[in-house]
């Protein structure tokens, strides 16, 4: 989870002080042992009754690294106290006051909420009973998203390759990137893991191979699947997990079309196998790698993924079921393994995954990544630019599994090749096709939306959000 600092502001008279040390201490005790038993990591930094204290407490609690900042406000609390304490701590500010009518707490947050105001200090405010499991859920929400776009800043994207098929929206300023959200851009050619597949690697690729032939199902064909083509393609991920870890990438975007797919290999294995939280030598970190060198895509994945901590989905918006108000979400054979059944076991995933040769798109061949990703609730993003400027469109649904007919005859439509995510989205067909920025969506389970709008506030991004 993340790590929470929290200051309790008091009363600065002594005597006021002395008579509610022991209400705040109850109350922010309450608080913390909360915020502890969600899952985070609490630096306490006493009581602030002083302005010296005031910044000596923040600087404490800065200096443990903290994602976020709480002040907790359980009684009157002098105002200047917060305005010290926040100029001590220069990260995300939580303004929480206890709602016990015996003393104004409220009082005291929104007299510091004003002074904050005042001087342009950016904050959020919340309040409740200290373990109000909705207080609690809110903060951890926006201590997640705290901690996700911190993670950001410092890191570094490998970018594979230029722009796709002329595809301008998924290049992006690196300028507005290092300066909106300290991300720097590592520009990398593609011959780079041609060098490297062509001449290493070779017993490994075997034992990724015979592994995926153990527990997904492939589908040689002699021609566009062998297991030459496939052994190239796990090839290729190794040598973009070798290049990442030399380089020290963070998260990585493979141009691939048309360079790779008409005279290498498609790079929809290598894709699929970062993205997910294994290979055949066991559990391993989730390396974020976007198809066609998607910046945004790329940079919303990542964002998605500090927060949840699973993989996440890229996906082409490939088709709109009216009569089944059913997308199709569905991208040549890229979408990580794991959301074939959402499963810690990689055994229980890939056996839903199949490797079908590649389509006629891709001459050079290879497998394409199938499955029908698992049921349940999504929350579908992505970071776009209107004239320039960032903003996160965001929308809530539900992945939908059918009884294998009518699964078929869907897939049959589009290319059943590839991977398909059946998406019932919280949003008009008009609304979405007409707004939405992008051809490639990203989603991750359940309902995020609080961490993702949490995060595009600290990032300096509009958050253009749909519901029916």
Known sequence: MARIGVLAVSDGRDHVHRRNTG??????????????????????GGLVATN??????????????????????????????????????????????????????????????????????????????????ELIAEISAHASAAAAVGSLRGSTFGRFGGRPMGMNTTVANTDQWMRQFGVDVEEIDQYELVRRAESGYSDEAVHGREWLERHATVHYDGDRLTPDLLERQLRLYLAVRDVAAERHLDFSGIKAQPELTEHFATADVAEALLNDPYDWNGPKAVHITATESDMDGALTMQLMHRITGTPVL????????????????????????????????????????????????????????????????????????????????????????????????????STPEWPHAFARLDVAAETFLSRFGANHVHAVPGDRRRELRAAAELMGVRVEEWSR
């Open 23 to 44: 209400f705040i201490r109850s109350k922010a005790d309450e608080f913390a042992a909360a915020l502890t038993a969600a899952g985070h990591d609490v630096v306490t």
């Open 52 to 133: 010296t204290t005031a910044t000596a407490a923040a600087r404490s609690v800065a200096a443990s690294s903290v994602d976020v900042t709480v002040l907790y406000y359980a009684v009157w609390a002098f105002p200047h106290f917060t305005m010290l304490a926040a100029d001590a701590t220069p990260g995300p500010l939580l303004l929480v006051a206890s709602i016990d009518p015996a003393e104004p707490g409220l009082v005291g947050m929104l007299a510091a909420g004003g002074a904050l105001d005042q001087i342009g200090r950016a904050h959020t405010r919340l309040w409740g009973a200290p373990s109000d499991p």
């Open 314 to 413: 890229f996906a082409d918006v490939r088709h709109y079921h009216p009569d089944r108000d059913v997308w199709d979400l569905c991208n040549s054979g890229q979408h990580a393994t794991w959301f074939a059944a959402r499963s810690d076991d990689p055994a229980e995933n890939l056996s839903k995954v199949h490797l079908y040769p590649e389509v006629f798109f891709f001459p050079a061949g290879g497998a394409s990544v199938q499955h029908i990703a698992a049921p349940g609730r999504m929350t579908l993003a992505r970071l776009s630019r209107l004239s320039g400027e960032y903003r996160m469109q965001v929308v809530l649904g539900e992945f939908e599994n059918f009884d294998e007919r009518t699964t078929e005859e869907l897939v049959s439509r």
